[in-house]
């Protein structure tokens, strides 16, 4: 089956089959083909000349997606538990994934390339499995502007972030589900111009860059090792009230 939307630009090819399930009588001795009526009617007791086949379970459903593709789409997102609303678009957004099947053995290539707020930029690329439920991914986010989360700050605490651009550039690495599940990543992150200020207009923290290389994390259980941590031109004020 092909499915195609003209409005969005996806179009995903799905080949999906189930074994079938020989026939058995039901529970008043017709038959009912596909369909084990024993199963659906576990409750009910049995007449006297119902008989029963031996049945193998069925096979799962196996979804095949040959390509998934977007292009120049764009999504607004609006959060109001906040006091302030907070508010963030990303576009445009391209996808493109291919060979993505729940019982293949080969992994699926995703490409991933969305615009984040004035000139942020996050894109994912990378292989993806769903049959063991693991990912190799290389993550690269440019200039996301940090003062698009100061809804969130207000809520608890006085900083107001004026100005700041946070820069991510990771390998992800993830295996397994549940419990036995492990991810972990390498790579770097910096963090330019940041101005931090309270609410009155003092300042509070600035910087020009803040850069962590050789980044080394991993998760459950948490362990992070920074190689290499440069600061340049940081300046901090600390005033201390009675009240």
């Given amino acids: 089956v092909r499915v195609r939307c003209r409005r969005c630009g996806v179009e995903v090819e799905v080949d999906a089959h189930l074994s079938p399930v020989p026939p058995v009588d039901d529970v008043h001795g017709a038959d009912v083909g596909a369909v084990h009526v024993l199963e659906l009617h576990a409750s009910a007791a049995p007449s006297a000349g119902a008989t029963t086949q031996n049945t193998a379970d069925p096979s799962p459903w196996n979804v095949t997606i040959a390509s998934i593709d977007i292009s120049d789409y764009g999504v607004a997102f609006e959060d109001r538990t906040t006091t302030v609303p907070a508010k963030l678009s990303f576009a445009p957004i391209a996808l493109r994934v291919t060979g993505l099947a729940t019982a293949g053995a080969e992994p699926a290539a995703v490409d991933l390339s969305i615009g984040l707020e004035r000139e942020g930029r996050l894109a994912v690329v990378g292989k993806i499995s769903p049959r063991d439920v693991s990912a190799d991914l290389a993550v ?97 004020r600390f005033d201390r009230r009675k009240d």
């Fill in 140 to 236: 690269k986010l440019e200039r996301f502007a940090l003062p698009l989360v100061q809804p969130y700050l207000d809520t608890t605490s006085g900083t107001t972030l004026r100005q700041g651009d946070l820069s991510v550039d990771l390998a992800v690495r993830h295996r397994g589900s549940g419990d036995a599940a492990t991810t972990s990543c390498e790579g770097r992150v910096d963090l330019a111009g940041l101005d931090v200020g309270t609410r009155s207009g003092a300042d509070v923290l600035r910087l020009d860059t803040l850069a962590l290389e050789g980044l080394r994390a991993n998760l459950a259980p948490l362990d992070v090792k920074i190689a290499t941590i440069d600061v340049r031109r940081p300046g901090l």
